[in-house]
């Protein structure tokens, strides 16, 4: 009787085993089914605050250049809602493994910054860290990495009376952000316009009159796609 039980629990570890070789082949099958990998970083209108998964702009992205023949994999997104600078290359250092590397790297970091009273020193000074450690996990330096502009939510309801200083403060903030992404000769795209167009539009906010709706993110993915596949190598 022993050796019966003996035999089944031996059977049954192999068997265990078996199903977790296959099951972690699996998904190295379905990673390496995919040329190009893509790291998203930034706070909550990189994370989609209030939108579905597959709205969130970097999903979207990634799904668009799938869509024109690039076997992009589903985007490794580093954010949260609330995250400054700091926040956000302090997650990069817990997150990421240094000898992981990706095809694409995007940077919308700075908001945050702006609405807790961060000095444009202190942005600096922590955004030149994101730029730093996102550089060093793309596989193609500066190439692969781009920034995307802050939204202006001084047009949105949220913003209320202080529509106008929110307006002139993110457009400070925007000006280091471009300099640094010049300085690091990294592309940057302004889709500040287009955040914009939610003062007449509020089906380009969620429920919170704050943050993008899904169709706000797809007009980013449409101004900047031309411009990301060129980044992806042949």
């Known amino acids: 009787m022993k050796k019966i039980l ?3 629990i031996v059977a049954a570890f192999v068997i265990s085993c078996g199903s977790l070789v296959e099951t972690v082949q699996e998904d190295v099958d379905r990673e390496y089914e995919m040329n190009y990998s893509y790291l998203a970083l930034g706070d909550s209108y990189t994370i989609g605050e209030g939108v579905a998964e597959d709205e969130r702009w970097p999903v979207q992205l990634a799904t668009n250049l799938r869509d024109r023949g690039y076997k992009v994999a589903p985007p490794k997104i580093i954010a949260q809602t609330g995250w400054t600078s700091r926040n956000l290359f302090k997650a990069m250092e817990k ?3 240094y000898t992981r ?3 694409l790297v995007s940077i919308l970091i700075g908001v945050n910054d ?4 961060k000095t444009i020193r202190e942005y600096e000074e922590d955004l030149r860290e994101v730029f730093r450690m996102a550089l060093n996990y793309s596989k193609t330096r500066e190439r692969g990495v781009f920034a995307l502009s802050i939204p202006d939510y001084g047009v949105t309801p949220f913003a209320g009376e202080n529509s106008e200083e929110i307006s002139a403060e993110i457009a400070e903030f925007n000006a280091v952000f471009r300099r640094l992404a010049e300085e690091y000769d990294v592309d ?6 287009i955040s914009r167009e939610a003062a007449r539009d509020p089906g ?8 993008p709706s899904g169709t706000m993110y ?3 993915v449409e101004e900047i796609i031309d411009e990301i ?3 992806l190598p042949n």
Do not use: A, C, M, S
Not at 114 to 117: K, P, R, S, V, W
Not at 188 to 193: E, G, H, L, Q, S
């Open 204 to 211: 380009l906010l969620v429920e919170d009159e704050l943050h």
């Open 95 to 97: 997150e990421l493994n």
């Open 229 to 231: 596949t060129q980044k």
């Open 188 to 193: 940057f795209y302004n889709i500040t316009p």
């Open 218 to 220: 797809r007009y980013w």
């Open 6 to 8: 003996l035999i089944l």
């Open 101 to 103: 590397k990706f095809d």
């Open 114 to 117: 702006q609405y807790q009273g």
